[in-house]
């Protein structure tokens, strides 16, 4: 039995849909047009299998979506350099010292936000740790931030 016509008639009705599909994927129509094809190339070396087990588009749509994933983990694997560079690429901005400005707020509030963030502890947690209200607990976390904020805003706008 021939497969052709089956093949020829669901890659008519279905290339515009599908060219669609992996151009969202790629956003660049000829990477796309290249996905679509190959994708349909292994489509009719399976056609008999998938025309009976399965739905045709959705393994192509598949098939593309696996295809792209492994071009672009193919660029972006490291590239090795026979050798390592001179001087140093210069940092852009100074570390942030996150500690060093947890240690600056006041207990309460850096105990709320280290048993809050770095320990993920609840409010009501914290309200029964620290022996206070849970509301106490969501004012300290807002006041601390809002200091954090004030002192890591004027770092970020230096770029």
């Given at each position: 039995?021939?497969?052709?016509?089956?093949f020829?008639?669901?890659?008519?009705e279905?290339?515009?849909?599908l060219?669609?599909?992996?151009?969202?994927?790629?956003?660049?129509?000829?990477?796309a047009?290249d996905l679509?094809?190959?994708?349909m190339?292994?489509?009719?070396?399976?056609w008999?299998?998938?025309?009976?087990?399965?739905?045709?588009e959705s393994?192509?749509r598949t098939?593309i979506?696996?295809?792209?994933?492994?071009?672009?983990?193919?660029r972006?694997?490291?590239?090795?350099?026979w050798?390592?560079?001179?001087q140093?690429?210069p940092v852009?901005?100074?570390?942030?010292?996150?500690?060093?400005?947890l240690?600056?707020l006041?207990?309460?509030?850096r105990?709320?936000?280290?048993?809050r963030?770095?320990?993920?502890?609840?409010?009501?947690?914290?309200a029964e740790i620290?022996?206070?209200?849970?509301?106490?607990?969501?004012?300290?976390?807002?006041?601390?931030l809002?200091k954090?904020?004030?002192?890591v805003?004027?770092?970020?706008?230096l770029?």
């Open positions: 039995m021939d497969d052709a016509p089956d020829a008639d669901f890659a008519a279905r290339i515009d849909a060219f669609r599909y992996a151009h969202m994927l790629t956003g660049h129509p000829p990477d047009a679509v094809q190959e994708a190339v292994r489509l009719r070396g399976s008999p299998r998938v025309r009976r087990k399965h739905n045709p393994y192509v098939t979506t696996r295809l792209h994933i492994s071009v672009w983990r193919r972006r694997r490291e590239h090795l350099a050798e390592v560079p001179e140093p690429q852009a901005e100074p570390p942030l010292d996150l500690w060093g400005e240690a600056r006041p207990k309460r509030q105990a709320v936000l280290v048993l963030y770095y320990e993920d502890r609840s409010d009501a947690e914290i620290l022996g206070i209200s849970p509301g106490t607990v969501r004012s300290q976390a807002s006041r601390a809002g954090l904020r004030e002192t805003t004027p770092l970020r706008s770029r």
